[in-house]
């Protein structure tokens, strides 16, 4: 049982991360929130996402 969770919450992760590298927006996530799969999925996007530039004011 504890193996099956952790598969979802590392597939969750590596989702978020990958979604994050393309660029995708956090609303794509597909996980219910307040899930600890969502919570996997944001951490996963959070860790790889491009920073926005910095824009002057």
Not at 24 to 32: D, F, G, M, Q, R
Not at 33 to 50: C, M
Request: charged letters at 25%; glycine letters at 8%.
């Amino acid at each position: 049982m504890e193996t099956q969770i952790r598969a979802r919450l590392t597939r969750a992760l590596n989702e978020g991360a990958g979604a994050g590298r393309a660029g995708h927006k956090p609303t794509v996530c597909p996980y219910p929130i307040n899930t600890a799969e969502w919570a996997a999925w944001v951490r996963g996007y959070a860790k790889q996402a491009p920073l926005p530039d910095e824009v002057d004011a």
